[in-house]
């Protein structure tokens, strides 16, 4: 695994509902979450998040990032910057969280998943319902930087581990779950896949 860069998938949330709903997918998905990137505002500068990718045993990993709406370039958003220009990382995708953050400009998404698990050619909202903006744009904190970067293969999301309990732990977070793996499948992931053991949560180094 050293020889090739890691494959990470971005999820622009990092509450504490979030952690646990991305820590439940990952397990299903067979891969690895950053616990403690997890925070408001992302605890972690991108040099940490990125050494702690690199210590974990298997792909996809992921991470997640969250500005808790401050104004400007946050925290979360230039460790996302990092972890994106890295060198040694592969980014898959990114899950754009919409929220009723109203000053931000958004990210533009071609697809979103809706609150029944649908994806849908539209923008969401914070509960999961499909939104009329022409535009397909998700208005949310630390969304704004996706689209600059130009990563790839991004979804629209409503607020993780919610949407009126339809994305509940209780539930295993299907929602979640679906956009996961509308990146994993656009991205080719499975196609380089040759399987590992099942993974947990990557809590801390070590």
Not at 6 to 19: E, N, Y
Not at 45 to 59: C, R
Not at 130 to 146: F, K, P
């Amino acid at each position: 695994m050293a020889n090739r860069r890691r494959r990470v998938i971005l999820i622009t949330d990092g509450d504490h509902i979030a952690q646990r709903a991305v820590e439940t997918v990952a397990r299903q998905i067979g891969g690895r979450s950053i616990s403690l990137s997890a925070g408001n505002p992302t605890p972690l500068s991108g040099p940490q998040m990125v050494e702690l990718i690199k210590m974990t045993p298997q792909d996809p990993v992921l991470l997640m990032f969250d500005d808790n709406g401050d104004r400007g370039r946050g925290r979360g958003e230039q460790a996302l910057e990092y972890v994106v220009h890295h060198p040694d990382i592969e980014v898959l995708g990114a899950i754009a969280v919409a929220s009723n953050t109203k000053w931000v400009s958004g990210a533009v998404v071609k697809v979103s998943v809706d609150n029944r698990g649908r994806i849908v050619e539209e923008a969401v909202d914070k509960d999961g319902f499909a939104e009329t903006d022409l535009e397909n744009r998700i208005y949310g904190d630390t969304v704004d930087i996706l689209g600059k970067l130009q990563v790839p293969h991004i979804i629209g999301i409503g607020d993780i581990g919610k949407m009126q309990g339809r994305d509940s732990l209780r539930n295993g977070c299907p929602i979640t779950l679906a956009a996961v793996n509308w990146i994993l499948e656009r991205s080719g992931f499975h196609d380089n896949t040759t399987g590992g053991e099942k993974a947990t949560d990557c809590r801390k180094p070590g």
